[in-house]
């Protein structure tokens, strides 16, 4: 799948959901790296953590609707989450990779 902004500018080239407990449980711990404009949806889920990850994450907090209730371009590792009471699911990608500019209220496309 690819993320696309309201204006149809894709912004994730590759987004891989993970809505499973196990692909949830694990996200992108212990991946070394992650391929440029890559990005995992979870689903369900509101609040995250970096533990036994070894980047820094940019994250996108979604309701149910896929509008931004909250947006964090830099977290680093070994870092607990916010609990987001309004997310339904969470976008994670490599920060360092991917630039995105992105504000609370933005509405994003799964395509």
């Known amino acids: 799948m690819k993320l696309q902004n309201s204006k149809g500018k894709i912004i994730i080239d590759d987004l891989e959901i993970y809505d499973t407990f196990l692909k949830r449980l694990k ?7 992650i391929p440029n404009s890559y990005a995992v949806l979870i689903t369900p889920c509101s609040s ?3 533990f036994f990850m070894k980047f ?17 371009s830099s977290m680093k590792p070994f870092r607990l989450g916010p609990f987001v009471k309004q997310a339904s699911k969470v976008i994670e990608y490599d920060s360092k990779k991917t630039t ?4 609370k209220g933005d509405k994003l496309y799964l395509i």
């Open 56 to 72: 820094e994450i940019g994250v996108i907090y979604l309701d149910k609707d896929n509008t931004v209730v909250k947006f964090t």
């Open 27 to 33: 996200g992108l711990m212990f991946k070394n790296e």
């Open 100 to 103: 995105i500019e992105l504000k």
């Open 48 to 50: 995250i953590h970096t």
